[in-house]
């Protein structure tokens, strides 16, 4: 199975920051990554897909770099509706996710 | 736009059967895979496994043993089955197409590969004596 791991598990910020989020896998998932924004009692919301992808109806001020073993999300000026749990997702070998950062 | 509404028992006791089910509304049930996911109080998300519009499964080897995803194409409908629940299976339970997003060639063989776009709202399960 494949391990991702997230980092930080908490991030404090305030709003207009420029913020990342790390992801790593335990072995290679070319660009078979996905992020997701989750609130207190929603659903996960997919904001990029295939590493780099935007999602449609996604703020361009999400992107997402990496490949590989090597991920990263980056909110470019924090807005106050951007504070909520994020998480990563490889979906290269079935699905497994990391264990999610809180943005604070 | 593809919706996805789900229903099941809300409160079960230990050693009894959860059952779920998730209808697709809108959109190609037959092109995506469909999943389910849960996320226990106050924790991350956890996969559970994955069924195609054949019946086709994959399952987290964690709860292989007691789950069962299953499709019903005349209704546009999936369900999950996870027998002999204990606390420990107490999670909102989310339901989530998977989308088809690339496929490679390696070995004459195709593979592709799906990501979660569309989620269900989710549904509270607790297992409690």
């Known amino acids: 199975d494949i391990q991702m791991t997230q980092f930080p598990s908490t991030l404090s910020a305030s709003v207009g920051d420029r913020v990342t989020i790390t992801c790593r896998a335990s072995?290679?998932?070319?660009?078979?990554l996905a992020w997701f924004q989750q609130k207190p009692g929603q659903a996960p919301k997919l904001l990029i897909y295939?590493?780099?992808s935007l999602q449609s109806g996604v703020s361009s001020r999400f992107s997402g770099s990496g490949s590989g073993t090597e991920f990263s999300l980056t909110i470019s000026s924090l807005q106050p509706d951007d504070f909520a749990t994020y998480y990563c997702?490889?979906?290269?070998?079935?699905?497994?996710f990391g264990q999610g950062t809180n943005l604070e | 736009q593809v919706q996805l509404r789900q229903w099941g028992a809300g409160l079960l006791k230990p050693s009894e059967t959860l059952s779920l089910t998730c209808a697709v509304y809108?959109?190609?049930?037959?092109?995506?895979?469909w999943n389910w996911i849960r996320q226990p109080p106050g924790k991350g998300l956890e996969w559970i496994g994955e069924?195609?519009?054949?019946?086709?499964?994959n399952y987290n080897s964690s709860l292989k043993t007691r789950v069962t995803i299953s499709v019903d194409t005349s209704k546009n409908q999936f369900s999950l089955r996870l027998t002999s629940v204990t606390a420990a299976d107490t999670a909102v339970y989310f339901c989530?197409?998977?989308?088809?997003?690339?496929?490679?060639?390696?070995?004459?063989?195709?593979?592709?590969?799906?990501?979660?776009?569309?989620w269900g709202k989710g549904t509270t399960v607790t297992v409690s004596s």
């Open positions: 989530a197409r998977g989308f088809k997003d690339g496929s490679i060639i390696q070995n004459r063989r195709v593979y592709y590969y799906y990501y979660m776009d569309v």
């Open positions: 809108g959109g190609s049930f037959s092109d995506n895979y």
């Open positions: 069924v195609d519009h054949s019946g086709g499964a």
């Open positions: 072995q290679s998932i070319s660009t078979w």
């Open positions: 295939k590493a780099s």
């Open positions: 997702q490889q979906y290269q070998s079935l699905y497994s």
